[in-house]
C-alpha cells in the first residue's frame, strides 16, 4: 500500500514495474515530500493510493481525482501519450504548436505529459522556424499543427529545415479516420473530396510521409517516422486522425525506444545525424588508399569544412584530421562553428570573392583541396565565381568520398574516414605557413565622435566583445550574415544561420527555438527590419516562456541584401518603432527591456545593461543605421549575384 497524508481520496490501480515513475507523471508531485510509507508490490498486483488534499496537484479538488490539462490520469497507453513518450525518449523537450480544432485532443495528451513543454506560437511559420531553431541546438525537433490551413502555413518552414538537413517531426491533426475514402467535403480544405492535397505538398520538402488511420499499426507508422527523421537528418510529415489520441491499445505499453536508433543518457544533440548506416570496410580502404596517394605527394594542400560535417557527426573527427594534418583550414561560410576558431590551423571562412583577407588567396593557389561536408550554390560560391578546379578537389560528403573529376567511394562514412585518414596522413604545414607570412591583423574602427551616428563596423565591433562560451549567435539572413561573418567565436560559442534556404524572417522563431534547446546560452540575434516584420509576433511568445536572448533590430530603412542585388522602390519598407511594437507584446507583463539607439555612446551603456542589471531580460536593442551603411562584402557579393541572375539565355 501506498499512503500519502491526508483524506483526497483513493484510486486504484496496476503497478507497472516503473511504477514511481507513473506516480509522477499521473499526479504530479515529488515523492521524496509526500511519501509516509513506501512497502513495493510486486509487479503487476493491485495497489490502493491514498493521496493528499493538501497543496494543489495538477488541476484537481477535494475529492475528486487529478486531471492534468484536459486528460484525466491514464491507467492505459493512448496514442497520445505514446506519441508524448517517444518524443521524451528522443529528447524533444518542447513542442511548438499552434491549435485548431483537428489538433486539440493531441495537444491535451502531449500537455499530460510532464517531461514535455508545448510552446504556443502565434503562427504555423514561427512554429516550424522554431522546431528548426530547436534542432538545431538539441539534436531533433518537433512541431504540432492542424490540417491544411495549419499544414500549408508551416510548409515554408519545413521547407527550409529539409534544404537545412534538421530532423524535424512535423506533426499534423488529420481528418476523423471515418472520414478517408467518404465523399464529403471538411472545412480547412480547398472544398475538394480529396484529402490528399496537403500529404502531396510535404512529399517535395519532407524525407517521409506518414498518416495514421488506425490504432494497429499507429505504434509501427510513428516509430518508422522517427527513424526516418533521425537517419535521414530530414523532416518528416506525420498526419494524427484527430478521434485517435484518446484511444488506447496494447501496443503502446511501454518498450524500448525505436528500432534503429541509439539511446544516449546525453540526448543535447546526439540524434543529429545519418543513423545508424555502416561504413563498407573494403570501400574504406580503397578511397583511404587513393586520397593517401594524392596527399603524400602534394606540396600545399588545404582543407575547407562545410555544413554537412554537423549531420555526419564528424565535428571531432574533423577537428582530429586538422590538428593530425597541419593543413590550413578554412570554413565555408554555411561551415562556420564547424571548428572552433581557436583551432591552431584556423585562418577564417572561404567565401570566394569576399573571404576573410588572406584566405581566398591560400584556399584557390592549393595544389588539393579538401572540401568536407560543402554546399556549393549560387551564393555561397558567390555568383558561381569560385576559382577552385574540381580536378584538384577532394569532396567528402556524410556518406561517400569523390576524388576530383575520378573515382567515387560510396558507403564511406564521413567520420569514420576521417579518423582513419588522421592515423595516415603525413604532417604538412606549407599552406599554413604560407599564410602566416602573409597575414596583417585587421585593425579595430575609430572610436566614433560624440552624437556621430553609430557605423555598422562599430556595432558589430562591441558584438564581438558580447560573445563567449555561454553565448550563441543567430544571424539573419541579409547583411547580417556578412557582418557575423567576420565574428570571432570564442570556443564555445554557437553560431547558427540559414545558408541554403535564406528565408527571410527565419531567424525570429529559429531564436525562440534555440533558446528552448539551449537554456545554458544567451543567444544574440542580429536581425534586419525588413525580416523581423514578416515575422515578428513571436517576440511575445519569447516574452511569455521567460527568455532572456538578446535581439539587436538593425533598423536600416529596407530590404538592404535586395538593395545590393538589384534596387527598387519595392526594397523600401514602412519603417515601424519597433521598440514600442515589442513592449506593445509585453503588455506590461514579463520581463522585457528595451532600448533604441543611435550613437556609439548609446550601444555601449545599451550593452552594459543587457549584460548587467537585465541579463536575466529578454534584451530588445534597435539600432538605427544609414539606408547605406552596408559591409564591403555585401557590395561586392551582391554585384556578382546579380550578374549571375541576368545571365541571358542560352542559345537555342
Given at each position: 500500500?501506498?499512503?500519502?497524508?491526508?483524506?483526497?481520496?483513493?484510486?486504484?490501480?496496476?503497478?507497472?514495474?516503473?511504477?514511481?515513475?507513473?506516480?509522477?507523471?499521473?499526479?504530479?508531485?515529488?515523492?521524496?515530500?509526500?511519501?509516509?510509507?513506501?512497502?513495493?508490490?510486486?509487479?503487476?498486483?493491485?495497489?490502493?493510493?491514498i493521496?493528499?488534499?493538501?497543496?494543489?496537484?495538477?488541476?484537481?479538488?477535494?475529492?475528486?481525482?487529478?486531471?492534468?490539462?484536459?486528460?484525466?490520469?491514464?491507467?492505459?497507453?493512448?496514442?497520445?501519450?505514446?506519441?508524448?513518450?517517444?518524443?521524451?525518449?528522443?529528447?524533444?523537450?518542447?513542442?511548438?504548436?499552434?491549435?485548431?480544432?483537428?489538433?486539440?485532443?493531441?495537444?491535451?495528451?502531449?500537455?499530460?505529459?510532464?517531461?514535455?513543454?508545448?510552446?504556443?506560437?502565434?503562427n504555423?511559420?514561427?512554429?516550424?522556424?522554431?522546431?528548426?531553431?530547436?534542432?538545431r541546438?538539441?539534436?531533433?525537433?518537433?512541431?504540432?499543427?492542424?490540417?491544411?490551413?495549419?499544414?500549408?502555413?508551416?510548409?515554408?518552414?519545413?521547407?527550409?529545415?529539409y534544404?537545412?538537413?534538421?530532423?524535424?517531426?512535423?506533426?499534423?491533426?488529420?481528418?476523423?479516420?471515418?472520414?478517408?475514402?467518404?465523399?464529403?467535403?471538411?472545412?480547412?480544405?480547398?472544398?475538394?473530396?480529396?484529402?490528399?492535397?496537403?500529404?502531396?505538398?510535404?512529399?517535395?520538402?519532407?524525407?517521409?510521409?506518414?498518416?495514421?488511420?488506425?490504432?494497429?499499426?499507429?505504434?509501427?507508422?510513428?516509430?518508422?517516422?522517427?527513424?526516418?527523421?533521425?537517419?535521414?537528418?530530414?523532416?518528416?510529415?506525420l498526419?494524427?486522425?484527430?478521434n485517435?489520441?484518446?484511444?488506447?491499445?496494447?501496443?503502446?505499453?511501454?518498450?524500448?525506444?525505436?528500432?534503429?536508433?541509439?539511446?544516449?543518457?546525453?540526448?543535447?544533440?546526439?540524434?543529429?545525424?545519418?543513423?545508424?548506416?555502416?561504413?563498407?570496410?573494403?570501400?574504406?580502404?580503397?578511397?583511404?588508399?587513393?586520397?593517401?596517394?594524392?596527399?603524400?605527394?602534394?606540396?600545399?594542400?588545404?582543407?575547407?569544412?562545410?555544413?554537412?560535417?554537423r549531420?555526419?557527426?564528424?565535428?571531432?573527427?574533423?577537428?582530429?584530421?586538422?590538428?593530425?594534418?597541419?593543413?590550413?583550414?578554412?570554413?565555408?561560410?554555411?561551415?562556420?562553428?564547424?571548428?572552433?576558431?581557436?583551432?591552431?590551423?584556423?585562418?577564417?571562412?572561404?567565401?570566394?570573392?569576399?573571404?576573410?583577407?588572406?584566405?581566398?588567396?591560400i584556399?584557390?593557389?592549393?595544389?588539393?583541396?579538401?572540401?568536407?561536408?560543402?554546399?556549393?550554390?549560387?551564393?555561397?560560391?558567390?555568383?558561381?565565381s569560385?576559382?577552385?578546379?574540381?580536378?584538384?578537389?577532394?569532396?567528402?560528403?556524410?556518406?561517400?568520398?569523390?576524388?576530383?573529376?575520378?573515382?567515387?567511394?560510396?558507403?564511406?562514412?564521413?567520420?569514420d574516414?576521417?579518423?582513419?585518414?588522421?592515423?595516415?596522413?603525413?604532417?604538412?604545414?606549407?599552406?599554413?605557413?604560407?599564410?602566416?607570412?602573409?597575414?596583417?591583423?585587421?585593425?579595430?574602427?575609430?572610436?566614433?565622435?560624440?552624437?556621430?551616428?553609430?557605423?555598422?563596423?562599430?556595432?558589430?565591433?562591441?558584438i564581438?566583445?558580447?560573445?563567449?562560451?555561454?553565448?550563441?549567435?543567430?544571424?539573419?539572413?541579409?547583411?547580417?550574415?556578412?557582418?557575423?561573418?567576420?565574428?570571432?567565436?570564442?570556443?564555445?560559442?554557437?553560431?547558427?544561420?540559414?545558408?541554403?534556404?535564406?528565408?527571410?524572417?527565419?531567424?525570429?522563431?529559429?531564436?525562440?527555438?534555440?533558446?528552448?534547446?539551449?537554456?545554458?546560452?544567451?543567444?544574440?540575434?542580429?536581425?534586419?527590419?525588413?525580416?523581423?516584420?514578416?515575422?515578428?509576433?513571436?517576440?511575445?511568445?519569447?516574452?511569455?516562456?521567460?527568455?532572456?536572448?538578446?535581439?539587436?533590430?538593425?533598423?536600416?530603412?529596407?530590404?538592404?541584401?535586395?538593395?545590393?542585388?538589384?534596387?527598387g522602390?519595392?526594397?523600401?519598407?514602412?519603417?515601424?518603432?519597433?521598440?514600442?511594437v515589442?513592449?506593445?507584446?509585453?503588455?506590461?507583463?514579463?520581463?522585457?527591456?528595451?532600448?533604441?539607439?543611435?550613437?556609439?555612446?548609446?550601444?555601449?551603456?545599451?550593452?552594459?545593461?543587457?549584460?548587467?542589471?537585465?541579463?536575466?531580460c529578454?534584451?530588445?536593442?534597435?539600432?538605427?543605421?544609414?539606408?547605406?551603411?552596408?559591409s564591403?562584402?555585401?557590395?561586392?557579393?551582391?554585384?556578382?549575384?546579380?550578374?549571375?541572375?541576368?545571365?541571358?539565355?542560352?542559345?537555342?
Open positions: 500500500m501506498l499512503q500519502f497524508g491526508g483524506n483526497f481520496g483513493r484510486v486504484r490501480m496496476t503497478l507497472f514495474s516503473d511504477w514511481a515513475s507513473l506516480l509522477v507523471s499521473y499526479f504530479r508531485f515529488d515523492l521524496q515530500s509526500f511519501v509516509r510509507e513506501i512497502k513495493e508490490p510486486e509487479i503487476g498486483t493491485d495497489c490502493e493510493l493521496v493528499s488534499g493538501g497543496g494543489e496537484m495538477g488541476t484537481g479538488k477535494k475529492g475528486e481525482r487529478t486531471v492534468i490539462g484536459n486528460v484525466e490520469p491514464e491507467t492505459e497507453w493512448t496514442l497520445g501519450r505514446y506519441i508524448a513518450r517517444r518524443l521524451v525518449e528522443i529528447g524533444v523537450r518542447d513542442v511548438f504548436t499552434v491549435p485548431g480544432d483537428f489538433n486539440l485532443i493531441l495537444l491535451d495528451h502531449l500537455v499530460a505529459e510532464p517531461e514535455l513543454e508545448l510552446i504556443g506560437c502565434c504555423e511559420l514561427n512554429a516550424g522556424y522554431a522546431a528548426d531553431g530547436y534542432a541546438a538539441n539534436g531533433v525537433g518537433a512541431c504540432a499543427v492542424t490540417f491544411t490551413v495549419g499544414g500549408l502555413s508551416v510548409i515554408n518552414a519545413i521547407a527550409g529545415a534544404s537545412e538537413n534538421l530532423p524535424v517531426i512535423c506533426i499534423v491533426g488529420g481528418p476523423n479516420s471515418n472520414d478517408f475514402g467518404t465523399n464529403r467535403i471538411l472545412h480547412h480544405t480547398i472544398g475538394e473530396p480529396d484529402f490528399g492535397q496537403e500529404h502531396r505538398c510535404f512529399q517535395q520538402i519532407t524525407c517521409a510521409q506518414y498518416v495514421i488511420q488506425n490504432l494497429d499499426d499507429a505504434h509501427e507508422i510513428l516509430n518508422k517516422a522517427i527513424c526516418m527523421a533521425i537517419s535521414k537528418s530530414k523532416p518528416v510529415y498526419s494524427v486522425s484527430c485517435l489520441p484518446s484511444l488506447p491499445h496494447p501496443s503502446f505499453k511501454a518498450s524500448p525506444i525505436p528500432y534503429g536508433i541509439t539511446q544516449r543518457s546525453d540526448h543535447q544533440g546526439s540524434l543529429y545525424g545519418i543513423g545508424e548506416l555502416k561504413t563498407n570496410q573494403m570501400e574504406l580502404e580503397a578511397a583511404l588508399d587513393a586520397v593517401d596517394k594524392i596527399l603524400s605527394t602534394s606540396v600545399k594542400p588545404v582543407v575547407v569544412a562545410g555544413p554537412k560535417i549531420v555526419a557527426k564528424a565535428k571531432e573527427a574533423f577537428e582530429d584530421f586538422a590538428s593530425a594534418s597541419g593543413y590550413a583550414v578554412a570554413v565555408m561560410p554555411s561551415g562556420k562553428g564547424m571548428l572552433r576558431e581557436t583551432h591552431p590551423g584556423f585562418i577564417g571562412t572561404y567565401w570566394g570573392a569576399v573571404s576573410t583577407a588572406f584566405v581566398a588567396e584556399v584557390e593557389s592549393a595544389d588539393v583541396y579538401i572540401f568536407v561536408g560543402p554546399i556549393f550554390n549560387d551564393y555561397s560560391s558567390v555568383g558561381y569560385l576559382l577552385c578546379k574540381k580536378e584538384k578537389s577532394i569532396l567528402l560528403q556524410p556518406d561517400r568520398v569523390q576524388i576530383g573529376n575520378g573515382q567515387a567511394f560510396g558507403m564511406v562514412l564521413m567520420k574516414f576521417l579518423e582513419a585518414l588522421s592515423k595516415r596522413v603525413k604532417r604538412n604545414t606549407t599552406s599554413f605557413d604560407n599564410y602566416a607570412r602573409m597575414y596583417v591583423p585587421s585593425g579595430l574602427p575609430q572610436k566614433q565622435k560624440p552624437n556621430e551616428p553609430l557605423k555598422t563596423v562599430n556595432l558589430f565591433s562591441h564581438q566583445g558580447m560573445l563567449s562560451h555561454e553565448t550563441a549567435v543567430i544571424a539573419e539572413t541579409g547583411d547580417s550574415w556578412f557582418n557575423c561573418q567576420k565574428l570571432k567565436l570564442p570556443e564555445g560559442c554557437g553560431y547558427e544561420f540559414q545558408m541554403q534556404y535564406g528565408s527571410i524572417g527565419w531567424s525570429v522563431g529559429a531564436t525562440l527555438g534555440y533558446a528552448q534547446g539551449a537554456k545554458d546560452k544567451r543567444v544574440i540575434a542580429c536581425i534586419g527590419d525588413g525580416s523581423f516584420q514578416v515575422t515578428a509576433q513571436d517576440v511575445s511568445t519569447m516574452i511569455r516562456c521567460g527568455q532572456r536572448s538578446i535581439i539587436f533590430l538593425i533598423n536600416n530603412g529596407g530590404y538592404t541584401i535586395e538593395v545590393e542585388i538589384h534596387d522602390p519595392y526594397n523600401i519598407i514602412k519603417n515601424w518603432n519597433y521598440t514600442g515589442v513592449e506593445a507584446f509585453a503588455n506590461g507583463e514579463g520581463n522585457l527591456w528595451t532600448s533604441k539607439v543611435r550613437t556609439e555612446e548609446e550601444l555601449l551603456e545599451t550593452i552594459a545593461t543587457a549584460q548587467g542589471e537585465k541579463k536575466d529578454l534584451c530588445f536593442i534597435e539600432v538605427i543605421l544609414h539606408k547605406d551603411d552596408t564591403k562584402e555585401l557590395l561586392e557579393w551582391g554585384s556578382r549575384v546579380a550578374a549571375a541572375n541576368g545571365r541571358p539565355p542560352n542559345p537555342q
